[in-house]
């Protein structure tokens, strides 16, 4: 009779135990996404100025709070990743056309990245164009420095813009930059 007793308590306890398992292992999913992140810039002209109050991006933004709570990995799509200033060309200064020098980009405590001077029609080698997706490896390593920050620790990225414009940018002129983030994210559904 105690042989039953003890027979009995064992195999309600592994049930109960691997009921508790299955509840808690869930149901892996992925998706696949690309996101775009778009804010308005502004300076004043000739002054180097960092804006610091872009809001701060989070993985929830992009794959939603229930994914983003049941978060398990994530792969970088490199070829979906890239960035634009968008409107600079709709932007005039005194002698002629609207220049960003310097601009800088830096993500979190990552290291700043200078991506050169922004203009309309590009020169010479430290310039790049606005109005065109750029994706060459400087602006995949800040793609890149967003993407582990959304990743990992507190699933967020605070992004830091600096340049010095030739000609004063108000909210009202529409100065944007896009940051277009292409991955793979791994979570779990839970019933």
Do not use: W
Request: glycine content about 6%; overall charge negative; some cysteine.
């Amino acid at each position: 009779m105690k042989i039953f007793k003890l027979f009995g308590m064992l195999l309600i306890a592994a049930t109960i135990f691997s009921s508790c398992k299955k509840e808690d292992e869930g149901t892996p999913n992925q998706i696949t996404k690309t996101y775009e992140y778009s804010q308005i810039l502004r300076g004043s002209k000739n002054i180097n100025g960092t804006i610091t109050d872009l809001p701060i991006l989070t993985l929830a933004n992009i794959i939603g709070e229930d994914a983003a709570k049941n978060f398990k990995s994530a792969e970088m799509q490199i070829a979906s990743c890239y960035i634009v200033i968008d409107g600079l060309d709709q932007i005039t200064a005194p002698d002629g056309a609207a220049t960003l020098k310097n601009f800088t980009v830096q993500v979190g405590s990552h290291p700043a990245i200078v991506l050169g001077d922004c203009k309309v029609q590009p020169q010479l080698q430290n310039e790049f164009g606005s109005e065109v997706a750029q994706s060459t490896t400087k602006f995949i390593n800040i793609i890149t420095d967003i993407f582990t920050d959304l990743t990992s620790g507190s699933k967020s990225a605070q992004i830091k813009v600096s340049f010095t414009p030739n000609v004063d940018i108000s909210a009202a002129n529409n100065l944007r930059i896009k940051i277009v983030i292409g991955g793979t994210y791994h979570y779990v559904v839970y019933d």
